[in-house]
């Protein structure tokens, strides 16, 4: 996709929540908000705003008013029929930096008909989203999608969710040092075959712990003896956490048919997959432990060639072949609660 696309969040919060949520958002990349400029405070940011001042940075203009200078002016349209489409491409051509469109019951159809017909002017459209589904899809409309999604929102994690919908969300990865190899006879192992082709360098993060969680890489790479199968990763055993696009963690036995998964390449560039099937088999188990950071984590894998960790260096390694000393990588940080796979900061809690 060639053009840039701008998440722009409207804050549903409250004056006090909002002191918090802006600097999450900072830290989440988010550049735009949807935003009375005075409700920024004094406190110094970066955060961009898009609204109906003339100390906006996007002004929304209301009334056929003097263009505020060195400022970007746009109007906002609700789309009902045809006619309002051509309002918009009538309007827009008379000096419009931006539109933003407010769809109803009909929202790809409009979508196009507006997008097809703003691109060679050089109006910047924005479009009204009340889910992450529908900002990934005013995204992909047309292949082109919209410049930006005003998306309402009051939690940080469908922030993070929409972010992961666009490919732009990332995670830190770090090196682990591996400090113990062990055999643990037969259990329960999980089979993830996603409905997307991953590609070499991706995989799923999988771990005992909810706050070390190893990149375990998917089947795209194969042998003399078996044949890639690059929707496919070998997970772990049915007790490992995953981590969900949401932010949320699952047990491997959770993931199913319909299923959505985090899939990250050693950069922690993160996209979702969905599960097209789950396959939990009887084999014999390998425990590998690790630590990074001062934070120590393991996982228990299936004892074969086919499974892979990413080292450091972004070469593969089998779990057969790995050695005390080497380093892989994970996303770690330190311990808090997790209650029914949300996290709770301020619980208590101690894994082995």
Not at 112 to 133: D, G, Q, S, V, W
Request: with cysteine; net charge positive.
């Amino acid at each position: 996709m060639s053009k840039s696309r701008e998440l722009i969040i409207s804050p549903k919060v409250s004056q006090a929540q909002l002191a918090k949520f802006l600097p999450q958002l900072e830290d989440e990349g988010i550049k735009m908000v949807y935003l009375d400029p005075k409700k920024l405070g004094k406190k110094k940011t970066k955060l961009q705003t898009v609204f109906p001042s003339s100390s906006a940075n996007y002004v929304v203009l209301e009334k056929d008013v003097a263009k505020p200078k060195g400022k970007k002016v746009g109007k906002k349209f609700q789309i009902l029929s045809n006619s309002d489409i051509e309002n918009v491409l009538t309007i827009a051509k008379k000096g419009l930096d931006f539109v933003i469109i407010e769809v109803k019951d009909w929202k790809i159809i409009p979508l196009e008909n507006i997008i097809a017909k703003l691109h060679k002017i050089h109006t910047k459209i924005f479009a009204i989203a009340r889910t992450p589904e529908e900002v990934r899809k005013m995204f992909s409309i047309l292949e082109v999608g919209v410049d930006g999604v005003i998306f309402s929102t009051s939690t940080i994690n469908e922030v993070r969710e929409v972010m992961i919908y666009l490919g732009t969300k990332s995670f830190d990865m770090k090196p682990a040092k591996i400090t113990e190899i062990k055999e643990v006879g037969d259990g329960e192992r999980v089979c993830v075959d996603t409905a997307s082709m991953l590609h070499k360098g991706e995989g799923m993060l999988i771990g005992s712990r909810s706050n070390f969680l190893f990149l375990v890489h998917n089947e795209s790479v194969g042998s003399s003896f078996t044949s890639p199968r690059p929707f496919r990763v070998n997970a772990g055993a049915v007790h490992c956490y995953t981590l969900s696009p949401d932010g949320t963690t699952n047990y491997l036995s959770e993931v199913e048919t319909g299923s959505e998964v985090l899939i990250l390449n050693a950069k922690g560039k993160a996209r979702r997959a969905t599960v097209g099937r789950s396959k939990i088999e009887r084999r014999p188990m390998l425990m590998i432990k690790a630590t990074a950071g001062g934070e120590t984590g393991g996982i228990i894998a299936q004892d074969a060639e086919t499974i892979r960790f990413v080292k450091s260096n972004g070469q593969l390694v089998s779990v057969t072949h790995l050695k005390k000393g080497d380093t892989v990588m994970v996303h770690s940080k330190p311990a808090t609660g997790r209650h029914f796979g949300m996290e709770v900061s301020d619980e208590y809690i101690l894994e082995k």
